[in-house]
Each structure stands twice: as structure tokens, then as C-alpha cells.
């Protein structure tokens, strides 16, 4: 070997793009053996030449290097079989098994090469170009101008790898074009009698088409359309403009061009600040046929809409931000499916029923949380009146740090304060179904008593400011007892003021009405856990025993109820202090919680979890006998002295299936009231979730039949990126599916097709009922190339 430093004063690197040394007919891939990377050349104007043999030719001013010829410079690299350098007219020509790599890991294959010395000019036959990001270009030659523009002839682009198996085989996609030319400027590559293609199959023929460079982040220029189709609108194409304004800052505008009500207008600004980003979208259509929505909301010339999302830091711990919508009626953007589709890969979400406006504050301490918000909740079906406006809503909690008499203290607050118009009632009867007692328009408003309807929200103002601090410790004495004593006060200031709307006073005293709600709580936890070894596994068995001492819940089922409604009685909360969800009920009386749990861990892995227990009511008023205005903990198994029985079977044999069984039965009759049993499998290849529910009647909740059901779900790995997947949601008792998705997709480095079928609830305006909708959602994605979409649905709507 001879190494020889020459005194070349070279200006720049190579600007080609994309490559393999072949036919650019299609990509093949005959790898070389990697060579080591030698140390960076340092940045002096000079190069580092290595070959067997090197000549001068003095006469003529040429020099020669041949036989494993290695070339560094400024962090490029060029490997031959020869170079021949030339000092008069200033050109650089290498031949055979050519390997260039520039500073950015753009690594160009050749057979023959041409070009200046500041490589700003010259030509390269049969070359193949790899990016740092994956994409590849061949051409049979590229003439490169200007230290600028390349010209690749039968070029061929792709951002697919080559196959591995196989790497003489087309790639999954690739773009021929009798030229490609690569504008290094404006980063842009146009294509001249292009053709995609499919696995070598020609697929699309287009005479020009221009798309930026794979270095290109952001790029002004139209996007891929996306198609669609619904009933109310017929056939619709968008036609998305992408205008990278600036570098913080971008809009997209996207009409969509419809059959049979015009165009709609829709534009997106963005902008991404120092702290935070915020976005502005806009909507509107002055409608053809203002006929298809008779009778509807959109029975109207113009709709339209705006939306507003932002998100600040003040600092590492304070975040603020809104969302914000208006629209001209509240079913614009479910008529136009503006709302319905958000998933990139084409996963399917259901059509919302309302719109939020909030503005927020946000704070994350290590062992603290604040939030503070305001909301407006936008109704999609019409019923405005009945949805809250929600002042403010304001939480924090705290754990202090250091220990307070050798214990854990917390404490935690809520402000709510909350508007609403018109009072939702529920129908719990038969009669009340048919003959519509609870509705605005019934024949007979002062029927809505507590024995045929629910009061789910009262009209008036609402404000409370809930307070609670607790503390806690456990310790275990000698015989491994471990005993946990805790104290817990919390106090309710309410303010209430109920409008004397037609049958709300027979759910609450209408007027002003201001209350002072205390519930101090002394209580003691009792764990014993008997541990067994063996050579196969551990078994604990652990007896738990909880006493809580409190008075009586004071104003119970006389003060409205708006964040407590919800009150499922499991294995999961047994052990809850409090059990009700919110801060509108609080649980009072004495009360025990007793149960005994046992778990045991395979030394070949796996667990089984069981848990068994039961709720008394020691002493005092039970609060879950009290119907409030929605009836909470009526019938939910808390309601008697003795609870039901609650009970939980966890089992997971390894890290491949994992099942659980959860029951509440009779106290009495040991009747299962409520049975739950989930199943999960996970491989490597597929997937598979299954949960039956059975549940028992709760009239006095409305729930006037048994509820017998099953939801199931699976995913196939049907090949290394292929996945068929569904869901279904079969509803037992009427012997029908009522929802159900299923759908395709194919996942690589450099494509992505999906497609989905599925189902789902579209709401309409007023009290109608819901009506069951299909959709079919086609997505294709070509990396570096673009991505379209295609939708379709249709619902009742005509």
C-alpha cells in the first residue's frame, strides 16, 4: 500500500441522491464486503489518497491511482479501482466499483465517474444512490450541473429496502421516470413520464409529477386527495394545500368539492411558539340543497364553523391551554363527517355527540396536582338546554413530604360550580317509556315523580367547595399483624339554587338553598398475611378486616347530585372508605369491610389472585339506602345491612393468556347480580379479547331487563406486516350484533394500506333515537410520496 498526501484544494461534496450499480429497470442489490471507516481527514484543503499503485504522469499533469484506490476528504470518502486526477483541466475521473460517502451518510454506488474537482459538474453512469434516511434512486447515468442540478436518465426512485431474501426482486413500490431531476436548491424532485409501480407491475402512469426531497420536512404544495362519500352530501373530493409559511408557522386549506351541496371551505393555521403551539381551523359551505336536511338543523343557506386548540408552558410544572368551537348549528359536523375520522392509520372512531370548549390551567408537583377549568359542552343532538356550563371546575390534591405523627398526610379540594337551563329527566318505568312522562313535551309534567323518573341534572346554578384531609400509618407488630389506623375530615360547603321547572320539586326543594356538610371519619385496617412456601410457588393468604367509625351522612338525597351518579359495588372498591364516585354524595354511618384475599406466584411463573368479601352497615344511616334524585346506590348491592357478596378471580398462567372473573351475588339468595368474565391471549402472531357481562335488572335505576352481552375482539398477523383485525359487540338478550368493525391493513418502513368496515351510532337532532351507521375507510401511504384516503358511509338520514 502507498499512502500519498496530496495537496488537492477541493471545495465541496457531491450532491447525487438515491442509487444501486445495476439496470435502473428495477432495483437490484449486489452488496459489497463493508470496508472500515477510516478517521475523519482533517479540514485542511488537503486529501488522502491509498492505492497499491500510484503514477505520475508529469508531462501531462495527471496523476493515477489504481488498485484498491481509498480517498478521504473533508469527511468524504471515494473507493475505485482507479482515480485519475488531472491538474489542468481540473477534473476528478474514477472508474470500477465506485463507493462514495459524503459528510451526511449518503452513500453513492457507480461504475464510471466524471467530475470536477470541487464536484460541482460532471456525469456518473450506472449509479446507485442510499440515503441516511432509507431512500434509494438508480439511474443508467446522472449529469450533474451548477453544483446543483442532477439529472438522473431512467431513473427509478423507491423507499423501500431491498428484499433480503431475494434483493434482485422489485421492491414493494417504486417511481420509474425517463428523467428524475433533483433540484438541490429547492430540495425538490420532479419526474418526467413517470410510472408507479407495484412489485414491478406498472400501476399509474403520469406524465409530470413533482414532490420534495426525502431531506424535506415541510414543503409548500398541494396534497394527496382524499375521497368520500354520505348521503346528505353525496360524493366528495378534497383537494388539501399544504403553505409552509415560516418555520414556526404553516396553514393547510382543503376544499372539498361535493356532488350535491358545492364546495365546502375548510383551512387549518398552525403555529408553534417558544412555550407552546396553538392551531385555528375554520369550516364553511353555502349549501345547493338545503333540502336534504329537512327539518334538520342544517335545513339552512350557510354552515359553518371554527375550532381553536392551544397549549402553553409557563414552566416544567404549569401548563395552560383551551379548546374552543362555534359552529352555525349544532349538526354541521356530524352532516359532513368533520368529526368522525381521526386516526392516521385508519382506525375508526365514533361520531361524537358533543363538541367541549374549555380554557384550563394544569400543575404536576412530585406528589401534587392542580387543574382548574372552565367548559362548555356544544350538543350534537340538539339538546342544548339540558347540557351544564361549567364556571369553573377547580382541583388540587397534595401529599405532604414529611412524616406528621410518624403517619402520611393529604389532603385534596374541589370547587365546582356549575348553569343549567332546562332539567334532564329519565324515564325508570314502562309507563314512563311509552307514555313519555319525562320528557319536555310530556302531556302531564307534574307525573315525573322519583317513582317513574330520575332528576339526572336540576336547572339552576350549583356551586360547592369540598374540602378533605386524611392521614394515615401502618405498622406490624411481632406476629406479623399489620395494623393501619386512619382519620379522615372533610367538609361541603353547597349553595344551590333550583328553578321551580314542572316536577323538579318532587325531587328537591326548589329556591335558594345553602347547606354545610361535615363528615369526620376514624377508622382501622387489619391485614394478617399467612405466607406458604413451596417448591413450586407462594401462596399468601391474607384475612383483611376494615372498621370505619362516622356519623350519619347529613342532607342525604336532598341536595343535587351531579358528579356521584355512577356506583358500581365490586372487589375493586370493597375496601374504598368512601365509595361513591364524587363529591355530591359522601358515605356515612358505621361500617365494616371484611373479605380475605390470596394470592399465589408460580416459580415457573403465573399468578392466581382471589378475592372474596362483604359490606356491613354497623351502625347509623345507610347512604346507599337513601334515593337521591338519580337513586345512587339504590340497587347497587350496598343498600341492605348486609351487602351482596362481592368476589375476583385473577388468573394469569404466563405472559401469553391472562383471565379474570368478576361476581356480585344476593346476600340472601347468593343470586348473581352482576358477573363479569374477561379472557386475553397474546402471541407473536395474533391476538384475542373476550368479555361476557350478565347483568341483573336495577328498575329503580331504569334498567328494567336483564343485560346478557358479549364484546370480542382479535388481531391476525396474517404474514410478517400483514394484520386482519375486528371487533364485535353481540347484545345477547335481543340475539343480535349491534356493532362491529373489521378491517385489513399492510405496515412496512415504507408503506401503509388500510382498510376498515365498520359500524357504529349517529345522533340525530331532538329525542330521536340513534340510528346504527356504516362506514368504509381506505387509506394507502407511500413514505416520502404521499398519503390518500377514501370514505365512505351512510346512515337514515335522506
Not at 371551505?265 to 385555528?280: C, H, T, V
Not at 362548555?376 to 338546554?385: A, D, E, K, P, V
Not at 379522615?488 to 356538610?517: E, K, W
Amino acid at each position: 500500500m502507498i499512502a500519498l498526501l496530496l495537496g488537492f484544494a477541493l471545495a465541496g461534496a457531491i450532491g447525487l441522491a438515491a442509487t444501486t450499480p445495476a439496470s435502473a429497470q428495477s432495483f437490484t442489490y449486489n452488496p459489497r464486503p463493508p470496508k472500515p471507516t477510516p478517521p475523519p481527514a482533517k479540514n485542511d484543503g488537503q486529501m488522502l489518497v491509498q492505492a497499491v499503485e500510484v503514477d505520475y504522469d508529469y508531462n501531462n499533469s495527471r496523476v493515477s491511482a489504481v488498485g484498491n484506490v481509498q480517498m478521504f476528504y473533508n469527511g468524504t470518502s471515494v473507493e475505485a479501482d482507479k482515480v485519475i486526477y488531472d491538474q489542468k483541466t481540473k477534473r476528478l475521473h474514477a472508474e470500477g466499483n465506485i463507493r462514495m460517502t459524503d459528510a451526511e451518510g449518503k452513500v453513492t454506488y457507480a461504475n464510471i465517474m466524471d467530475l470536477s474537482d470541487d464536484y460541482r459538474d460532471g456525469f456518473v453512469d450506472s449509479l446507485r444512490v442510499d440515503t441516511a434516511d432509507a431512500t434509494r434512486m438508480a439511474a443508467t447515468r446522472a449529469d450533474r450541473t451548477s453544483g446543483n442540478y442532477t439529472v438522473f436518465e431512467n431513473g427509478v426512485y423507491t423507499a423501500c429496502a431491498p428484499c433480503k431474501d431475494d434483493p434482485k426482486k422489485p421492491p414493494l413500490w417504486q417511481v420509474k421516470g425517463a428523467r428524475i431531476i433533483h433540484d438541490q436548491t429547492d430540495k425538490m424532485l420532479y419526474f418526467e413520464n413517470a410510472q408507479l409501480e407495484f412489485f414491478g407491475v406498472p400501476m399509474a402512469y403520469l406524465p409530470y409529477f413533482s414532490t420534495p426531497d426525502p431531506t424535506v420536512k415541510r414543503k409548500t404544495g398541494f396534497l394527496m386527495p382524499a375521497i368520500s362519500t354520505y348521503t346528505a352530501f353525496g360524493y366528495g373530493v378534497e383537494t388539501p394545500f399544504y403553505w409552509a409559511i415560516a418555520p414556526d408557522y404553516d396553514a393547510t386549506f382543503s376544499p372539498r368539492f361535493t356532488t350535491r351541496q358545492g364546495v365546502l371551505f375548510q383551512g387549518e393555521f398552525r403555529q408553534r411558539l417558544l412555550d407552546g403551539a396553538y392551531q385555528i381551523r375554520a369550516y364553511g359551505i353555502d349549501q345547493l340543497d338545503k333540502n336534504a336536511f329537512v327539518g334538520q338543523p342544517g335545513d339552512r343557506q350557510f354552515r359553518g364553523g371554527v375550532e381553536s386548540k392551544g397549549q402553553f408552558a409557563l414552566n416544567d410544572k404549569w401548563t395552560w391551554g383551551w379548546d374552543g368551537v362555534l359552529l352555525s348549528d349544532y349538526y354541521f359536523m356530524s352532516d359532513y363527517r368533520l368529526a368522525q375520522y381521526k386516526d392516521p392509520l385508519g382506525s375508526f372512531l365514533n361520531l361524537p355527540t358533543e363538541a367541549i370548549s374549555q380554557l384550563y390551567l394544569t400543575g404536576v408537583g412530585n406528589r401534587s396536582f392542580f387543574d382548574a377549568r372552565t367548559i362548555y359542552y356544544l350538543s350534537f343532538s340538539g339538546n342544548q338546554q339540558f347540557v351544564p356550563v361549567i364556571h369553573p371546575v377547580i382541583d388540587y390534591s397534595n401529599v405532604i413530604n414529611s412524616p406528621i405523627f410518624g403517619g402520611e398526610f393529604s389532603y385534596k379540594t374541589n370547587f365546582t360550580s356549575l348553569t343549567r337551563e332546562t332539567a334532564v329527566f329519565d324515564p325508570i318505568t314502562t309507563l314512563a317509556n311509552t307514555a313519555s312522562l319525562c320528557t319536555t313535551t310530556s302531556a302531564d309534567p307534574l307525573a315525573r315523580t322519583p317513582s317513574q323518573c330520575l332528576l339526572r341534572g336540576f336547572p339552576g346554578t350549583y356551586t360547592r367547595l369540598s374540602a378533605e384531609a386524611q392521614w394515615r400509618k401502618s405498622f406490624t407488630d411481632p406476629f406479623g399483624e399489620i395494623w393501619t389506623p386512619f382519620a379522615i375530615v372533610r367538609a361541603d360547603a353547597i349553595d344551590s339554587s333550583v328553578s321551580n321547572q314542572p316536577g323538579v320539586s318532587n325531587f328537591l326543594p326548589v329556591g335558594d338553598t345553602q347547606a354545610l356538610r361535615v363528615m369526620p371519619t376514624v377508622g382501622l385496617e387489619y391485614r394478617y398475611p399467612f405466607i406458604n412456601v413451596q417448591p413450586w410457588g407462594t401462596t399468601t393468604i391474607e384475612p383483611i378486616a376494615q372498621v370505619i367509625i362516622r356519623p350519619n351522612e347529613t342532607y342525604a338525597g336532598k341536595l343535587p347530585n351531579e358528579d356521584a351518579q355512577s356506583l358500581v359495588f365490586d372487589a375493586s372498591n370493597l375496601f374504598s372508605v368512601d365509595k361513591f364516585s364524587g363529591y355530591d354524595r359522601v358515605e356515612g354511618g358505621g361500617r365494616a369491610n371484611v373479605g380475605v384475599q390470596a394470592t399465589t406466584q408460580f416459580d415457573r411463573g403465573g399468578s392466581v389472585n382471589v378475592l372474596f368479601g362483604q359490606s356491613y352497615q354497623l351502625f347509623g344511616l345507610n347512604s346507599f339506602a337513601v334515593a337521591d334524585v338519580t337513586n345512587t346506590g339504590v340497587d347497587s348491592g350496598l343498600q341492605n345491612s348486609q351487602s351482596d357478596y362481592v368476589a375476583r378471580v385473577n388468573y394469569s398462567p404466563n405472559r401469553t393468556y391472562t383471565f379474570s372473573v368478576r361476581a356480585r351475588m344476593d346476600e340472601a339468595t347468593w343470586q348473581v347480580n352482576r358477573f363479569e368474565a374477561e379472557g386475553r391471549a397474546s402471541f407473536d402472531r395474533w391476538s384475542v379479547s373476550m368479555i361476557y357481562g350478565d347483568y341483573a335488572a336495577q328498575p329503580q335505576l331504569g334498567y328494567l331487563t336483564r343485560r346478557e352481552g358479549i364484546l370480542s375482539s382479535a388481531s391476525v398477523k396474517v404474514a410478517s406486516n400483514w394484520v386482519v383485525s375486528g371487533s364485535a359487540r353481540w347484545d345477547l338478550e335481543a340475539n343480535k350484533i349491534n356493532q362491529y368493525v373489521v378491517g385489513a391493513g399492510y405496515v412496512d418502513d415504507c408503506f401503509v394500506l388500510a382498510a376498515n368496515y365498520v359500524t357504529s351510532y349517529s345522533y340525530s337532532a331532538g329525542s330521536t333515537p340513534p340510528v346504527l351507521s356504516h362506514a368504509f375507510m381506505l387509506q394507502i401511504g407511500l413514505r416520502t410520496i404521499a398519503t390518500s384516503s377514501s370514505t365512505a358511509g351512510s346512515t337514515g338520514i335522506q
